[in-house]
Nanobody, 111 residues
Framework: QIQPIAFGGGLVQPGASLTVRCTGSGITLDDYATSWYRQAPGKDREFVARITTGGKTSYAEFVKGRFTISRSSPGNTVWLQMERLEPGDTAEYLC?????WGQGTQVTVSS
């Protein structure tokens, strides 16, 4: 099955940092722009960050200065480093690449 799979979520306290990663299964992320999205319970899926093959990045306004997207190329991995996490960042984090959604990873920010 072709999908970009997210790993690395967990439970952290407010103010903490966490890095999640996305790895391609049946698809090489090195060859395409890749995006992170998130979806909280009862809310619409929302864009978080995107990185092109050349390393150009873009971010949702609500994560600027706190989240950093990067890629390992070659390496088939896209990272999302998250700092100063807030309870409002609690969501399932998913990757999107070349028309494919993958299995997400849950990030919960709670004291």
């Amino acid at each position: 099955q072709i999908q970009p799979i997210a790993f690395g979520g967990g439970l952290v306290q407010p103010g903490a940092s966490l890095t999640v990663r996305c790895t391609g299964s049946g698809i090489t992320l090195d060859d395409y722009a890749t995006s992170w999205y998130r979806q909280a319970p009862g809310k619409d899926r929302e864009f978080v960050a995107r990185i092109t093959t050349g390393g150009k990045t873009s971010y949702a306004e609500f994560v600027k200065g706190r989240f950093t997207i990067s890629r390992s190329s070659p390496g088939n991995t896209v990272w999302l480093q998250m700092e100063r996490l807030e309870p409002g960042d609690t969501a399932e984090y998913l990757c999107y690449c070349n028309g494919y959604w993958g299995q997400g990873t849950q990030v919960t920010v709670s004291s």
